[in-house]
């Protein structure tokens, strides 16, 4: 059915999300590391690393598609968990471009990455939303959606 394609695929962008913040947040901590020791040469390397990472995970979050041919008015609700997805490795990537960009590990670092967790944080949120309406669309109740995968529970 459509509602199972779609937890396939929503499982498939929610856990490629897990990892790119797991790669993001090993990166945050070395540059926080980074600017508090005041290396100026080991943070513009781990802020490069951390621009090409969040680049490559953009890009492979972007090519992600359903694993089936889809209506065309379901589609949409496919499309959008991924725009709404591809959001929260936007800003991501956004942070990673203004360190990369920046002349050196200043105090204004701290200050970047807590304001780019809050939009995260209402990025998630709203990541959450945009899926749930996906699976309503599919006469799936939020009852049948297991909270921390995002994928269908399975009955049994």
């Not at 929503?10 to 797991?22: M, P």
């Not at 590990?105 to 209402?122: D, E, F, L, S, Y």
């Amino acid at each position: 059915t459509a509602g199972a394609v779609y937890s396939r695929y929503v499982s498939t962008l929610h856990s490629r999300l897990l990892s790119t913040d797991a790669v993001a947040e090993f990166y945050r901590v070395q540059i926080k590391d980074d600017a508090r020791r005041s290396d100026h040469e080991t943070f513009r390397k781990h802020s490069q690393d951390f621009l090409a990472a969040m680049q490559n995970a953009n890009n492979n979050f972007a090519a992600l598609a359903p694993d089936a041919p889809l209506a065309p008015d379901d589609s949409r609700y496919f499309d959008s968990a991924r725009d709404a997805g591809q959001a929260i490795t936007s800003a991501d990537l956004d942070v990673a471009m203004n360190l990369a960009g920046s002349t050196g590990p200043g105090a204004h670092i701290n200050a970047a990455m807590k304001t780019a967790a809050t939009k995260v944080a209402q990025l998630r949120r709203k990541f959450k939303a945009t899926v749930m309406q996906g699976y309503r669309h599919f006469g799936h109740p939020p009852a049948d959606v297991d909270r921390a995968s995002l994928a269908l529970k399975h009955k049994g």
